[in-house]
Each structure stands twice: as C-alpha cells, then as structure tokens.
T-cell receptor, first 110, second 110 residues
Framework: DAKTTQPNSMESNEEEPVHLPCNHS???????IHWYRQLPSQGPEYVIH???SNVNNRMASLAIAEDRKSSTLILHRATLRDAAVYYC???????????FGAGTILRVKS | GAGVSQSPRYKVAKRGQDVALRCDPI?????LFWYQQALGQGPEFLTY????????KSGLPSDRFFAERPEGSVSTLKIQRTQQEDSAVYLC????????FGSGTRLTVV
C-alpha cells in the first residue's frame, strides 16, 4: 500500500479555515485519496475521498494536486468539534483494508 | 458509528487472562474488519471476514489472537493469555458508503 506523509500536528483558530496537507508521491493511477478523522474516544469516521478532481461535501473539501502527488483537506470554518486526528489514506480501486499512518492532530482554539 | 456496536466499551484484564471482544454490525454486511490501535498511533489492520470466512488474518500479531464470525454477522476477537503489549483499542469496521467503525473496546492489561 502506498504511503502518505502528514504533519504531526496543526493548530487553528475557531471559525477560520484549516488546510491539512498530505503528500503521497508514490500514488498509483488507480489509488483513491481518502480522508478519515477520529474524534477523542471514537472510531475513525469517513470525511471525504477523491481520485483526480477536487471534491466537496457537507463536511469538507478535498483539493488534489494536478500530478496527484499531494492533496489538501480543507475545513472551511473550523469549530471546536473539528478537533481530531485526521488521516490521509490511499486505497486501491478494489482495496480492502485501510492502511493508516499516524495522522495529523488538529487542535482548534477558541 | 451507528452501524457497528462493540462491547465491552472498556476491559481491564490481568496479565495472563483470556478476553473476548464482541463486534455486532447492523445486519446484511458481508465484510467485517478488525483493527488494533495503540496509544498515539493510527489503527492497524488485524483481520478481515467475508461472511463467515476469514479471508485475511495477516495482521494478527501472534497465535494468541483469534477471531471468528460463525454465522456471518457478529464477530468475536479473542486474545488468550493477555500481555501488557496487548493494551490498545480494538476497532471493528464494516464497509458501508465507505468504512463505518465502531467506537472500539479499550483493553488495558495490568
């Protein structure tokens, strides 16, 4: 499974946008880019995923570089409830298991 | 997540004790995964079921770990002769729109 690299931690102010980067230079053509987040004392939850084009949903936006070697998860207005560990994961088209790295700890200040 | 119920929520075991952790997914899900999450780390794959068949157990750390899903619904992860290094959160997941994780069982071996 292709590897991703994320910063260990980031900090944001409440109500401000947050850009969480992920590098995945060894991504293959059929790998989807998935983001999950894990709130304290909870299991991971799905956030968003994409292949080549930028994606938006009610939780976040995903910006994918043209060469697909990096992506950015965008939270448009961070709230205290967005404080969590965010994981960037590559998954093949027919991939089964998810391979997690250490993720990025996002702290949100009020 | 609402689609996966795990019990117990917390378990304290004395070293050497056997434990059984339960995962109860909402009905109709063919696939089921178990993950282990050590403190400060991302979840790591343990094993995967398709119905009652255990198709991949490559992540089980030792032969003290055993998982079953006899009727293709509820699954049990059993750890025999627990050791301190088994202390972790054990997560169950089902592929839904993407993956839905349970809240996990936090196992502490003392």
């Amino acid at each position: 499974d292709a590897k991703t690299t994320q910063p260990n931690s980031m900090e944001s102010n409440e109500e401000e946008p947050v850009h969480l980067p992920c590098n995945h230079s060894t991504i293959s053509g059929t790998d989807y880019i998935h983001w999950y987040r894990q709130l304290p004392s909870q299991g991971p939850e799905y956030v968003i995923h994409g292949l080549t084009s930028n994606v938006n949903n009610r939780m976040a936006s995903l910006a994918i570089a043209e060469d697909r070697k990096s992506s950015t998860l965008i939270l448009h207005r961070a709230t205290l409830r967005d404080a969590a560990v965010y994981y960037c994961i590559l998954r093949g088209e027919y991939g089964n298991k998810l391979v997690f790295g250490a993720g990025t700890i996002l702290r949100v200040k009020s | 997540g609402a689609g996966v119920s795990q019990s117990p929520r917390y378990k304290v075991a004395k070293r050497g004790q056997d434990v059984a952790l339960r995962c109860d997914p909402i009905s109709g899900h063919v696939s089921l995964f178990w993950y282990q999450q050590a403190l400060g780390q991302g979840p790591e794959f343990l094993t995967y079921f398709q119905n009652e068949a255990q198709l991949d157990k490559s992540g089980l750390p030792s032969d003290r770990f055993f998982a079953e899903r006899p009727e293709g619904s509820v699954s049990t992860l059993k750890i025999q002769r627990t050791q301190q290094e088994d202390s972790a959160v054990y997560l169950c997941a089902i592929p839904d729109k993407d993956y839905t994780f349970g809240s996990g069982t936090r196992l502490t071996v003392v």
